[in-house]
């Protein structure tokens, strides 16, 4: 450590340890140690390593290999399906409640129904607002689509399209009219929502193997 006047303090033992603890104890070392799964995944890794070398595999015949092997696989198939990959391999999941700029965490079936109580309401901004995020919330909920931290309207329709693209303009022109309510201020109509509220319903029904077929 350098001290006020640039020169090098040398901690004694007592202080040296205080320093140790007291870095040791930041959270980010808690985060970063490994699962029981890591270590188990880890050691059988260098168990199945030992089997195979020079060493380790002149004490076994080849047949017993194979069936150990057979049982090391079986049983890591089995860890995965019911505990899920180690962490170290786990892609970082983004907050479930943040959708289009903003942090709501409710289902698109709620979603729907808030939008269906503004458009009884007269409140048409609000409702188209509500309904296409209700339609990009129940895309997700299906896993039909997994937009980046920061997805726009447009990117989420372009990943929709993809998918269906019978859907592909009329999802585009969904998002056109989130974006002029939610951006540009212009108010939205009852045939826009209407028309938004069509493709959701649309959206909501439709599965990929039917579109295949």
Not at 94 to 118: F, I, K, W, Y
Request: net charge negative; with cysteine.
């Amino acid at each position: 450590m350098i001290g006020p006047f640039g020169d090098v303090l040398v901690p004694d033992g007592d202080e040296a340890r205080r320093w140790a603890e007291e870095e040791l104890s930041n959270p980010r070392y808690a985060e970063a140690k490994p699962t029981w799964f890591d270590l188990l995944a880890r050691d059988i890794g260098r168990f199945i390593g030992d089997l195979f070398s020079a060493e380790g595999g002149g004490n076994v015949g080849p047949a017993a290999l194979i069936i150990v092997c057979v049982v090391i696989v079986a049983a890591l198939i089995a860890a995965l399906i019911v505990w899920g990959r180690p962490r170290a391999s786990r892609a970082v999941r983004r907050p479930s409640g943040s959708l289009l700029g903003a942090d709501d965490d409710r289902t698109a079936a709620q979603l729907r129904a808030e939008a269906e109580r503004s458009a009884r309401a007269g409140d048409w901004d609000e409702a188209t607002i509500l309904r296409f995020r209700a339609l990009a919330r129940g895309l997700l909920e299906r896993d039909l689509i997994d937009p980046a931290p920061g997805a726009t309207a447009q990117a989420i329709a372009r990943e929709v399209g993809a998918l269906f693209a019978g859907e592909a303009e009329s999802v585009h022109a969904a998002a056109v009219s989130f974006d002029d309510v939610r951006y540009l201020r212009y108010p939205s109509t009852p045939e826009r929502y209407a028309e938004l509220a069509a493709t959701d319903d649309r959206l909501s029904r439709m599965r990929l193997e039917t579109v295949a077929s």
